[in-house]
Nanobody, 124 residues
Framework: QVHLVESGGGLVQAGGSLRLSCAASGRTSNVNVMGWFRQAPGKEREFVATIDRDGTSTNYAASVKGRFAISRDNVENTMYLQMNSLKSEDTALYYC?????????????????WGQGTQVTVSS
């Protein structure tokens, strides 16, 4: 089993920045692709960003492209999401996720492991 723990969420003003972290533990050899999803109140969970095991392939939702950057440190088994130029519409619970498969994907059902989430609130 793989255990994912997010951190770094909080309250920030519009235009500000936050850096989310996701620490993986357990059978981390099972982890290939990692990603971030988010869910705002009353809305469905949506894809944010994903990265493959060696960091050479990434994908972003159109709404965050150019503002967010995903990265990972496989030595530390940690993934990051640098969020800049935050907007009120970025307010959501952000989930870290991972999958055993090697190919990046934006579909939530393709991911095998999920964290509990970290709240990001952007005030306008």
């Amino acid at each position: 089993q793989v255990h994912l723990v997010e951190s770094g969420g909080g309250l920030v003003q519009a235009g500000g920045s936050l850096r989310l972290s996701c620490a993986a533990s357990g059978r981390t050899s099972n982890v290939n692709v990692m990603g971030w999803f988010r869910q705002a109140p009353g809305k469905e969970r949506e894809f944010v960003a994903t990265i493959d095991r060696d960091g050479t392939s990434t994908n972003y939702a159109a709404s965050v492209k150019g503002r967010f950057a995903i990265s990972r440190d496989n030595v530390e088994n940690t993934m990051y999401l640098q969020m800049n130029s935050l907007k009120s519409e970025d307010t959501a619970l952000y989930y870290c996720t991972a999958r055993r498969g090697p190919v990046i994907t934006i579909r939530a059902r393709d991911y095998d492991y999920w964290g509990q989430g970290t709240q990001v609130t952007v005030s306008s």
